[in-house]
């Protein structure tokens, strides 16, 4: 079936270093979606990505969705304490009407 | 103030008892789900439901049950059969069924088998 794999599972980094996180999808996907979960929080949708190559920016937040619209990627800049959390990317099921979720990459900031 | 709400917030099981959570949204959403969060890792999906009255089995059914009676409404209940119940569980919502213009999540409810 179709899998939606995120590396890495976890990164720790100074506060100030920059910060990527990668999404690989099995199948091509119509659209990429990815959300934001703060530690005891809930997730919360950021962005979606629906053409070939594109980059979409949120502040020090750069979202990008590959040629093939089979992977992506979020880059954080100069990294904040504020930014801790996990993130998550998730793209439509071909299983069903519904979306497949990454596992998702946990990030710590060491202020 | 749309949203989707989740209550209880806590919530304590006895073994062999069966408890419903709650979720309901004023979004106007057709498209609701069920996930289940345990520490440190992803979202598995339970139930989800594109419309009244209808529901399909996500990836770890077994051991719950769902009803879709009203657009708003999508009540989990978590069944003695569930061996291993404790964990977070998340309810989300959408206009589609592929999410497009994202998933609005709920605050979530904690349930711990005492």
């Known amino acids: 079936g179709q899998q939606v794999m995120q590396i890495p599972q976890y990164q720790h980094v100074q506060e100030g270093e920059d910060f990527t996180t990668y999404c690989n999808s099995s199948t091509t996907l119509s659209n990429i979606q990815w959300y934001k979960q703060r530690p005891g929080g809930h997730p919360v949708f950021l962005i979606q990505l629906v053409k070939s190559g594109e980059v979409k920016k949120q502040k020090r937040l750069t979202f990008q969705f590959g040629e093939a619209k089979k992977n992506s990627s979020l880059h954080i800049t100069a990294t904040q304490t504020t930014d801790v959390g996990t993130y998550f990317c998730a793209g439509p099921s071909n299983a069903g009407n519904m979306l497949t979720f990454g596992g998702g990459t946990r990030l710590m900031v060491k202020p | 103030d749309g949203g989707i709400t989740q209550s209880p917030k806590y919530l304590f099981r006895k073994e062999g008892q069966n408890v419903t959570l709650s979720c309901e949204q004023n979004?106007?959403?057709?498209?609701m789900y069920w996930y289940r969060q345990d520490p440190g890792q992803g979202l598995r999906l339970i139930y989800y439901?594109?419309?009244?009255?209808?529901?399909q089995k996500g990836d770890i059914a077994e051991g719950y049950s769902v009803s879709r009676e009203k657009k708003e409404s999508f009540p989990l209940t978590v069944t003695s059969a569930q061996k291993n119940p404790t964990a977070f569980y998340l309810c989300?919502?959408?206009?589609?069924?592929?999410?497009?213009?994202?998933?609005?999540f709920g605050s979530g409810t904690r349930l711990t088998v005492v």
């Open positions: 989300a919502s959408s206009i589609g069924g592929q999410g497009s213009y994202g998933y609005t």
């Open positions: 439901s594109q419309i009244v009255n209808d529901f």
């Open positions: 979004l106007n959403h057709d498209a």
